[in-house]
């Protein structure tokens, strides 16, 4: 595992093209938090902000990356800033791919005088192209009815034909990804040090699927190393960047503990 403190887009300017397979990572979301070094990015600047990062990105990764983005409200206004940003990377040629929902249980608010409360935010995902590795029902279950047989339909002439269709041992977990939220659920409790963590059962998620075994995820904003640490214990390698020497600490002791961990 690799932990380095700096600017992720500078940091990334130095790797190679292609070089990790999946990026698993949030930014700052906007100005909801100032992250100790006065973050208050907001609206289109957010939006510039974070498509020169996300397309640096796109360069050094030959899978899946990842961004878990959300906006803010205001006096009843959504700023939209995740969609403009879909929007900004579609239009620059990147090739996103339907982003999969984080749906968060568990999390407190009412949703407002008026509203509905903010259950999930959206995953940016984009590839440059069929994934060289996908693994897309390691987090599946088991189907819920039997086969049934094999399927046919009926060809030009009106017979049945029956298909070679294989259904698959295990179903697909489908794009929403559902996860408990808040103190004790996060995978460690480590995980609070930070402002704004995600949970440890979501990047275990697009690791999982994502990665193959041995691999190497980048997360470039790794906060408390809920990425790494999840590597870490999956069986691949992980690099994390952050700007602050604590979260660069932080991670060096999320990733201490799981080692202990592990070897009990
Ligand atoms: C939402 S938090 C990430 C939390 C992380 N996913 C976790 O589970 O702990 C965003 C992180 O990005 C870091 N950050 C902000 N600007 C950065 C930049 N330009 N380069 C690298 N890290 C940055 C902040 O210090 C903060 O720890």
């Known amino acids: ?157 009106g017979n049945r034909v029956r298909s070679d269709y294989e259904p698959p041992k295990l179903a697909n977990p489908g794009n929403v990804i559902s996860c408990s939220v808040g103190g004790g659920r996060m995978g460690s409790r480590l995980a609070h040090e930070n402002e704004a963590p995600f949970a440890e059962k979501l990047a275990d998620f697009f690791v999982c699927s994502f990665c193959p075994p041995g691999g190497v995820v980048l997360d470039p904003f790794c906060g408390s190393g809920t990425t790494l640490a999840v590597a870490a214990k999956t069986g691949r390698n992980g690099i994390g960047i952050d700007v602050r020497d604590s979260q660069v600490d932080l991670t060096h002791r999320r990733l201490a503990e799981n080692a202990v961990v592990q070897d009990r």
């Not at 620059?92 to 249980?105: H, Q």
Request: proline content about 6%.
């Open 1 to 157: 595992m690799e932990v380095l403190v700096g600017d992720c887009l500078e940091i990334m300017k130095s790797m190679e093209d292609d070089s990790v397979d999946l990026v698993v990572c949030s930014p700052p979301y906007e100005d909801a938090r100032t992250y100790g070094i006065g973050f208050n990015l907001k609206g289109q600047d957010w939006v510039d902000w974070a498509v020169e990062r996300y397309m640096e990105c796109v360069r050094v990764c030959k899978g899946l990356v990842c961004w878990v983005v959300e906006g803010k409200t205001r006096k009843f206004r959504w700023s939209a800033t995740p969609v403009l940003m879909m929007a900004d990377l579609h239009r620059a040629g990147v090739k996103l791919r339907k982003p999969p929902v984080y749906k968060r249980n568990g999390i407190s608010g009412s949703g407002g005088p008026d509203w509905l409360r903010n259950d999930y935010e959206f995953v940016i995902c984009s590839s440059k192209g069929k994934l060289p590795w996908s693994d897309n029902t390691a987090k599946g279950k088991p189907c819920k009815y039997g086969p049934g047989g094999k399927p046919s339909s009926r060809n030009r002439i």
